[in-house]
């Protein structure tokens, strides 16, 4: 069976500066803990704004779960990425602690979007849960050494009876959390990445 490539492209989509900065990120994800199929190439014919886009999904192999995006957008000669927005693939500058933005070769721009993307890989995010009755209603993504949150979710029909209520009255929109009604999570999963110990060490 063939292997398959991170950040795969077919040839005719991609200019040779494209090529140039795609072949470098390939080549760094071969050390990275994903799986190629995560890791992908939008050509800029196929882009809102006629840029390159790359993108890598992050998620949580214990539960098959999305958890942020990130990404970067390349033009030829400059780069700008960090967390993407999981549908229209826009840079959202609010939600990331990952910015990049950089001028240079395709090479030099294809190893500063790896930097930046090695940088996320290695931060600790958690998972929260919150059960009853042996089930999860609610869980929320976030990193562990900042608490910023990167995904979460609510649902109502296992949640209790009194906090469903609670939060309906309150007018708390399907799939989003407040973790002041919620009170401390049942369980607290390292999810990828460094753990917290050992990430601060490591930057210490």
Partial sequence: MDEIPWFEYDEDDL???????V???ADRAGTWLVHPLDTVVLPSTSTSDGRLIVYLDIGDPQRNQGVLTVGAHFDGCFVRGGQLHNQDFAVQQAASEFIL????SPAELGNRAADGFEAVLARPPVRWEWHHEGRMYAVRYQYADTGRGLSEGFEDS????????RLAADGMSRGRINRADLGQPDV????????????VRGTS
């Fill in 15 to 21: 200019d040779v500066a494209q090529r140039a900065f």
């Fill in 188 to 199: 607290i999963a390292h999810v990828r990445g460094v753990r917290l110990d050992q990430w």
């Fill in 158 to 165: 296992p949640a209790p009876d009194a906090l469903r209520k």
């Fill in 23 to 25: 072949d470098v990120l």
């Fill in 101 to 104: 933005g950089a001028a240079g």
